[in-house]
């Protein structure tokens, strides 16, 4: 990454900065997800091993509960959080410029956004989370595969809706280009809706008051981890992008 961003700043410094954005917004995850999340899983590993229990004997786990909702679940989260920040960050790099007359923060705050719908929210909707003991361990992979064709194809409608947006400005105006372009890829979401396969392989006597609750559990921590990200990235970038005023010479006394 040779070329600087505006401002004169290299891609590269961005990256570092989104990186360093995305480990605290990795901690913010955290703790969302152990305060929320791990009663849910707790619950749901009890209701999995009390319809094993008649079944067979079961085995120890190798790794202890106690480490997995702890150190376990903080490494996972800060690496991909890390991860995402770094994504973020050059998608960033991309926007800042060519979206708007926007500056650091509000750029950061659309980019943000942007990745929280077509990343998040789109996929959620689609195929939202389960907790343990919900899903046929056969069909992991196939799920798994659906799950991440969403993502890509959220991202690639939205990305063709910000084209759409761009050409019909001149000829509409940029508040009317928006909506237009808005509606069209809420459209294309439904027609993905209906195109893709559904996966429903909840069990039928499994509480639909724990299924909610993690799913709710599930979209906070993803809340946190993007408005944190956010507010931080927008921070961290302003005080790359924007030159610190020059200190005010003091004034001399006159004699």
Known sequence: MTSAAPG?????????????????????????AYLLGESKVDAAIAIEEAAAA????????????????????????????????GIAALVYCFALGRIGRFGPRATAALVTGALYVTVTLVPFFKYPANPPAVGDPGTAARRTALYLLMIALSVLLAAGALILGRRLA????????????????????????????????????????????????SLAIQTALWTTFGLAFGFLAERALVPAPAPKEAVQPTD
Request: hydrophobic content about 55%; proline content about 6%.
């Open 54 to 85: 008649g079944h067979d004997h079961g085995e120890d786990a190798p790794v202890s509960r106690a480490l997995q909702a702890t150190a376990g679940l903080g490494t996972g989260v800060l690496l991909y959080a890390v991860a995402l920040g």
């Open 8 to 32: 004169g700043v290299s891609p590269r410094t961005l990256l570092v900065r989104g990186m360093l954005a995305g480990l605290l917004a990795g901690v913010a995850a955290f703790l969302v």
């Open 170 to 217: 001149p000829r509409l105006g940029n508040g009317n280009a928006s909506i237009v372009a808005g509606a069209a890829f809420v459209v294309a979401v439904g027609l993905a809706y209906a195109l893709l396969p559904g996966v429903n392989e909840v069990p039928a006597d499994f509480p639909a008051a724990l299924i909610w609750e993690f799913r709710l559990a």
